[in-house]
């Protein structure tokens, strides 16, 4: 069996998820927490995580560093985020693999200055997507995937 990786774009709104069989796409996703307060969310992302790794079974998860935006709250809740994230990975024994906007970037493209639009296109080319309506935050989690699948070599625990 290939390695089966999920890719996540962390966000406390908006959450994109990603998962790899070895580098073929088998399953993306924009999971929106419902509204409401702020830990309900976090519950609901760890919740959703949860289901994805018990549901596929992977050997590794890909996580995207925090861009630190001009807005520290916005920052800090997508911190919190990350780490009801790294925490259902914790709590599966998975481990989670880190990589910063330009890594991604620069898997996806060839450059670590493209655009949004740009690593869109790149990863509907390489992986020959199907017509879907996605979200910016799927998009980044099948452009996380795509670099931690060309980077990353776990071995089955």
Known sequence: MQNRSIAIDPGYDRMGAAVFEGSTLIHSECFEP??????ERLRAIHERVAAL???YSPS????ETLFFSKNQTTAIKVAEAR???ELAA??????????????VKTAVTGSGNADKEGV??????????PEKKRLDD???????????T?????TPL
């Open 34 to 39: 419902p509204k409401g307060g702020f830990a």
């Open 53 to 55: 790794i018990t549901e």
């Open 60 to 63: 590794s998860l890909a996580l």
């Open 83 to 85: 780490g009801v994230i």
């Open 90 to 103: 914790a709590e599966a024994s998975i481990p989670v693999v880190e990589y910063s906007p330009q890594a």
């Open 120 to 129: 869109k296109k790149m990863a509907m080319l390489l992986l020959k997507l």
């Open 138 to 148: 799927e998009y980044d989690a099948i452009a996380l995937g795509v670099a931690h």
């Open 150 to 154: 060309a980077s990353y070599k776990s």
